[in-house]
């Protein structure tokens, strides 16, 4: 692959702003970044002028169960490569593929799809050497588009969740917290699974939260109904994370602070927002931030099939989602996830006044370091993967490379 040469006005790589800068790639990578005056260009490389642009990082999205028509339980390539290759177009250049509440069957079954899936791709990029020999006879060479986010890993919603602040997840599949199960999971998603949602407040819940850290998962704090105390015992357990925080939660009072309130002042645990403008009011984001700081909040999407999509009827899991007005709901009027995309998520949060690098650092680097992937994923750095987004002044995306693809 040629070396391919950015020259941006502005880089944002998100931990500095740079401005005249070029950036080089070559074979998937960053190779060097530096003001135009002092980075060596290699003769015969591709130039990029993105002149009054921003460069910024890839966006990480940790949570999006579907795009372009397609949920990531289907677990098809084709559906895989439908999903990474739509969300591309908006700056998404790495996710965690999301289940939502299933049958232990069913859910294995997704999990062994999307697992095979990402195996292929990181034995087609020459990542892993060390696959097994097996995953490419039961898998076909990836029909990998130009233009795809990486599945960095697998986002489990489901089953372990309260059926008091279920949402739309189906009710008769939600399961207690149960090692026994997760560790079915973990063997079927050939150890893939990086973030898993739990309500604390079930039995069997901060054993599942031990079990899930001493696996190398993050345990997530959501669909929960949990007081104050019993958020703080999974904190102990030690959960780190938050899903979709204020919704699918109890509400906070003053003088039942509950998960809310419990997460609002733990600044160890992060908190993912779908700054959307309809899952949570923008005042309840300011309030989010004020109290966090712009270092612990996420952008992610919760996108169903419908994203990049027009309005329609469509799946989330095994049950159908109606979109009118680019508004996702199940079929009593429950918000059933979003048609959010992270370029328009980043537009929403600087609209509430974030500044513009912070908001990059959310949708970027700060999910990456979650998922413990920072040196090589949401940001610009010598060595990090070559996943970039060319933004106009106005916050719309112009270019887009993804592991050195595309930004034509
Ligand atoms: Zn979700």
């Not at 490569?81 to 232990?104: E, F, K, N, P, Q």
């Amino acid at each position: 692959m040629p070396v391919t040469a950015i020259y941006a006005s502005r880089i944002l790589t998100p931990q500095e702003q740079l401005a005249d800068c070029v950036i080089l790639t070559e074979n998937g990578r960053i190779t060097a970044i530096g003001h135009r005056d002092e980075v060596k260009i290699p003769s015969g490389a591709m130039d990029y002028v993105a002149a009054g642009m921003t460069v910024v990082p890839g966006f990480v999205d940790v949570h999006i169960h579907g795009a372009g028509g397609h949920d990531v339980m289907e677990a098809t390539p084709a559906a895989l490569d439908c999903i990474t290759s739509t969300v591309a177009r908006y700056g998404t250049t790495s996710i965690l593929a999301t289940t939502v509440t299933a049958s232990v069957d069913e859910t294995c079954r997704s999990l062994q799809g999307i697992a095979q899936y990402i195996r292929a791709h990181e034995k087609h990029e020459n990542i892993e050497p060390n696959v097994e020999p097996n995953v490419e006879q039961q898998n076909p060479e990836p029909g990998t588009p130009e233009l795809a986010a990486e599945i960095l890993g697998i986002h489990l919603e489901g089953p372990f969740i309260s059926k008091a602040r279920r949402g739309v997840h189906p009710p008769d599949a939600i399961a207690r917290p149960s090692v026994e199960i997760l560790e079915k999971f973990r063997a079927a998603s050939d150890g893939l699974i990086r973030i898993v949602t739990i309500a604390p407040e079930i039995p069997g819940a901060l054993d599942l939260i031990r079990y899930a850290l001493a696996n190398g998962m993050i345990a997530a704090i959501g669909h929960t109904d949990a007081n104050f105390e019993q958020t703080q015992a999974a904190i102990q357990a030690g959960a780190r994370h938050s899903v979709h925080f204020y919704n699918a939660m109890r509400p906070f009072s003053h003088r039942d602070p509950g998960v809310i309130g419990a997460i609002l002042t733990e600044p160890d645990v992060s908190a993912e927002v779908i700054a959307d403008g309809i899952h949570v009011a923008g005042p309840a984001i300011q309030v989010l931030l004020g109290t966090k700081g712009f270092d612990t909040v996420l952008l992610a999407s919760d996108a169903t099939a419908a994203t990049g999509m027009p309005d329609g009827n469509f799946r989330l899991g095994n049950f159908e989602v109606m979109v009118k007005d680019g508004v996702c709901r199940n079929a009593e009027g429950k918000l059933a996830g979003s048609t959010l995309t992270l370029d328009r998520a980043l537009r929403y949060i600087v609209a509430l006044g974030v500044p513009l690098i912070d908001a990059v650092r959310m949708a970027t680097i700060l999910p990456a370091r979650r998922i413990s992937l920072a040196g090589k994923k949401g940001i610009i750095a010598v060595g990090a993967d070559a996943d970039l987004v060319v933004l106009t002044a106005d916050l719309r995306v112009v270019g887009v490379m993804t592991r050195g693809a595309g930004l034509v």
